[in-house]
Structures are given as structure tokens and as C-alpha cells.
């Protein structure tokens, strides 16, 4: 986080980055229409640029470099109010977002703004709250929104806001990692409304990998499940094409990061990641060559200094 004294407003800028679901065990359903999930989240280095200017009058505006994520329900200007609401505080800022995170496309580019809002702002507004009030406010604006609070590894249980860090140990055989983004965008709601009992599973796959991860081995292929994929494959020809040219361009496996469409693939080597890259950007795919990234200032653990 990038701290500027500059007049009139104090101003900061932050990263956000995005996340892949390394596995995603849907346990059920639950009572209250939500899914009851044991998932395993690691950040990317693939960022949005959000920067936050005070305001001394009372207005909280939001400007994006796409014009159509310029609205009242962007996540990051509804993190922003629902802030202002609970602490009652008066100020107001100016939200700039580059936008560079594809949207709606299971990568948590808008949770990852919004959890950089409550964060940012708790500091430029100088407002105190304990890590439990903004895992609270988090998890109201969004499932994916509390492990961006962290980022990093995490266990995500619960319906995704229950986070459990893990520590920094993502393998270095997935070194690379390739983001294939299909030209379509997918609802979550859609995706996970269409599941049947058969996508259901019961949490072994993540306890696997996250047994693994801890034991600093690397997890076996077969464990890196994703239950929305199945139907995500099935319902969007886009997504199964891509998949198939993932594997054809020699992707040792393909997963499908949250409820898509965007896949992914690791790889140990940035020669044979950049040759995968290319060969399928010179098919016309959207695609990202990335790495894991542990964003260690962002994180809720600041917020335990004084504000300044
Ligand atoms: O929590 P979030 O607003 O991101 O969820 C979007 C939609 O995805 C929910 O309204 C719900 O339909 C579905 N969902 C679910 N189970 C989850 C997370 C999301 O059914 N664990």
C-alpha cells in the first residue's frame, strides 16, 4: 500500500489481486439458499489498481476505466457505503479503479476490490474495527470477499467466508500458471443453481490438498476437483472448447477456477508456460501468465497498527 500526503486529499493505492480455486468441494445445500463449500483459494499476481482520495464533503464516487463497472453496484463503492453506514463516519472519498481482473469470470476480481476498500478505507478514514467487524462486513457483501481480506492460501469453508490461512507453500511445480478467460461471462448464481446432488462431494478432495500442501508435497492431480465444473463444461460449448484446446496445446491438467469460466493450468518452467501462453493467444484466446503471489501489506494483519 503506496501512502501520498497530497493536498487537499490524502491519497493511497493498492493492488488487488485476483484468486483460483485449486479445489472446490461442494458439500450441499444449506437452509438458507447458499452452498455449503470446503475450497482452497490462492491469489494471482494478476491485479486491478484501485486508488482512494479523501473527500471533506460527504459524496463516495467511484470511476472505473471500464465505463460499464462505473455504477452504484460495483462491489468496491458498495464495500465503500456499507463502511460509511456501520461506522457512521461522515467523509467521503473518491474511488478510482483500473480494472484489469476479467469480470464474472471466477476470479474474484470484485470481491478482491471491495475487501481492498474496507481495508484502504479504514485507514483513510482513520476508523477503528476489529478483524471480526470486517470479516463480518466482508462476508455481508460477498462469499468470496473475507479470504481477500488475507489472500494468499486459505482453506474457505462455510458458504466460502469461514477462511482458514495457510501458510505460504504453493508448490514450485506449479510455478506458472496459465489463466485461459473463454469469450463468454458466467453467473454464480446460475452456476450453482444448476447443480444436482451428483456435483455434491464430501470435503476429501480439499482435505487431501490441503494435507499435501502442508506436508509441503504436491498434491495429487486427481484431487484437484471443482464440482461447478462438470455442469459449467456441459452448459457453455465456449468453456468445453477452450478446455479441449488447454489440453491439446499440452496442459497436463485444466480446472475450472470458482464458477468459471475462466481454466487454469501450473506448470514448473517459464519457457514451457510462456510456449503454452503463446500458442493459445495465437488462437484468439484471452489468456494470462501468472504466478502465486502473497500480498503481505494489504492484509488484515495491518490493521493492527495505528492509524496514521
Ligand atoms: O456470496 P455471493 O454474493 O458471491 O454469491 C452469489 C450467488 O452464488 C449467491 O446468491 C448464491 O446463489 C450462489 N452461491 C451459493 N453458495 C455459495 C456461494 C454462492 O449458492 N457458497
Redesign the pocket.
Known amino acids: 500500500m503506496q501512502w501520498q500526503w497530497l493536498q487537499p486529499g490524502i491519497s493511497c493505492t493498492v493492488r488487488t489481486y485476483a484468486k483460483i480455486n485449486l479445489t472446490l468441494d461442494v458439500l450441499g445445500r444449506r437452509s438458507d ?3 455449503a ?1 470446503a475450497t482452497v483459494m490462492q491469489t494471482v499476481d494478476l491485479y486491478d489498481t484501485l486508488s482512494f482520495t479523501l473527500r471533506d464533503d460527504e459524496q463516495v464516487r467511484l470511476v472505473c476505466t471500464q465505463p460499464e463497472l462505473s455504477t452504484e453496484t460495483n462491489l468496491a463503492l458498495r464495500a465503500a457505503m456499507v463502511l460509511r453506514e456501520y461506522t457512521g463516519q461522515r467523509y467521503g472519498a473518491l474511488i478510482e479503479l483500473q480494472k484489469r481482473i476479467p469480470s464474472a469470470a471466477g476470479l474474484g476480481g470484485g470481491s478482491s476490490d471491495a475487501a481492498a476498500a474496507l481495508l484502504a478505507l479504514t485507514r483513510l478514514w482513520r476508523l477503528s474495527l476489529t478483524s471480526e467487524e470486517l470479516l463480518r462486513l466482508a462476508a455481508s457483501l ?3 470477499v473475507p479470504f481477500f481480506l488475507y489472500g494468499g492460501l486459505a482453506l474457505c469453508e462455510g ?2 467466508e469461514l477462511v482458514t490461512p495457510l501458510p505460504s507453500c504453493w508448490p514450485a511445480e506449479w510455478r506458472w500458471l496459465v489463466l485461459l478467460k473463454p469469450a463468454i461471462s458466467v453467473s ?2 446460475s452456476v ?2 444448476a447443480l444436482t446432488a451428483r456435483d455434491y462431494s464430501d470435503g476429501s478432495h480439499t482435505w487431501a490438498v490441503c494435507a499435501a500442501l502442508r506436508e509441503g508435497r504436491l498434491p495429487d492431480l486427481a484431487h484437484l476437483y471443482n464440482g461447478l465444473e462438470r455442469g459449467v463444461v456441459e452448459r457453455y460449448a465456449a468453456v468445453a472448447a477452450a478446455r479441449a484446446a488447454l489440453l491439446e496445446a499440452g496442459a497436463a491438467f485444466v480446472r475450472l477456477s470458482g464458477s468459471g469460466p475462466t481454466l487454469f493450468t501450473a506448470l514448473a518452467h517459464l519457457e514451457e508456460a510462456q510456449r503454452l501462453w503463446l500458442r493459445l493467444q495465437e488462437q484468439g484466446y484471452e489468456v494470462y501468465l501468472t504466478q502465486a503471489i502473497y500480498p503481505s501489506v494489504e492484509s488484515l494483519t495491518l490493521l493492527s497498527l495505528p492509524a496514521r
Do not use: E, I, P
Open positions: 439458499g447458499y452452498h463449500l460477498g462469499s468470496d458458504r466460502g454464480t448464481a450453482f443453481g
